[in-house]
């Protein structure tokens, strides 16, 4: 099995590598910097991991990338992701604009160049780290805009997305993580990305109902 992570050089994204190969999974760990000493570190203790460089805001990137990637992929987890601690009426354009690059765009892009490319299997999986703040049902108003809004729009991505491919019988759904400890999450949050980490690769190998949302620990959520 080969699961292709993206922003696999830090926080949850590495967690998801390290837990993925603990399972003897091959992991494709996509990454803007491929000299990322946690990922070498791996790799040069013999992990069955190949390094490959990817930036999901650029999409010649995306491109290179799905058109260079040798392996075909079961399990593509997106899971790079920014939050800007925006509020309105102070909202900044360009960051509204690279959260929808690369929280919404990224992972959307990256799945038809990888689908045009003939790189995913058929009845294999695809996960949308997505958040809870990207629901629509739980929003409550003191959010980050451009973070909430670039989620809720791939939770879209992962419902229509889960329509089309059906008739290629990948099971695709969106996952909040948690409230983790990582750069994006904060020393408060109360998981630490392991614990995360295993809630998902779970998930990775459970879940075969399309086009759902679900937390870390398979509890459905509501859109
Ligand atoms: N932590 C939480 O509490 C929490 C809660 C809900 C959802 N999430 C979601 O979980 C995912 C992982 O979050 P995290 O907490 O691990 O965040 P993090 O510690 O800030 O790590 C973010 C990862 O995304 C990568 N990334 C950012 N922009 C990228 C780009 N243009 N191209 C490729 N990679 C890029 C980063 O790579 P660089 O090192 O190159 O910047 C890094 O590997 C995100 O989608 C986030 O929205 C997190």
Redesign the pocket.
């Known amino acids: 099995m080969t699961y292709l992570i993206?922003?696999?050089?830090?926080?949850?994204?590495?967690a998801l590598t390290k837990e993925a190969l603990k399972r003897s999974y091959k992991v494709i760990a996509?990454?803007?910097?491929p000299n990322?000493e946690s990922l070498l570190e791996l790799k040069n203790n013999g992990a069955d991991i190949v390094i490959m460089e990817?930036?999901?805001?650029?999409y010649q990137s995306i491109k290179n990338f799905s058109e260079k990637l040798e392996y075909q992929v079961n399990i593509l987890i997106?899971?790079?992701?920014?939050?800007y601690r925006d509020r309105f009426p102070e909202l900044v354009y360009e960051n509204f604009m690279n959260s929808f690059?690369?929280?919404t765009l990224?992972a959307l892009f990256l799945i038809q160049e990888l689908y045009k490319n003939k790189k995913l299997k058929q009845g294999g999986k695809i996960i949308n780290?997505?958040?809870?703040?990207g629901s629509i049902s739980n929003a409550s108003g003191t959010t980050s805009y451009s973070?909430s809004v670039s989620?809720a729009a791939l939770n879209m991505a992962t419902k229509l997305l889960s329509n089309f491919f059906v008739k290629e019988k990948v099971v695709v759904f969106s996952v909040?993580?948690?409230?983790?400890?990582?750069?994006?999450?904060?020393s408060e949050?109360p998981?630490t990305?392991e614990e995360s980490a295993k809630g998902i690769i779970d998930l990775s190998e459970k879940v075969n109902e399309t086009g759902k949302f679900y937390d870390y620990k398979g509890r459905e959520i509501k859109w």
């Open positions: 993206t922003g696999a050089n830090r926080g949850i994204g590495l996509a990454t803007r910097k990322s990817l930036d999901v805001s650029d997106n899971n790079a992701g920014v939050l690059k690369v929280n990224g780290i997505d958040s809870i703040l973070y989620k909040h993580p948690g409230w983790v400890r990582t750069d994006m999450g904060g949050a998981l990305p």
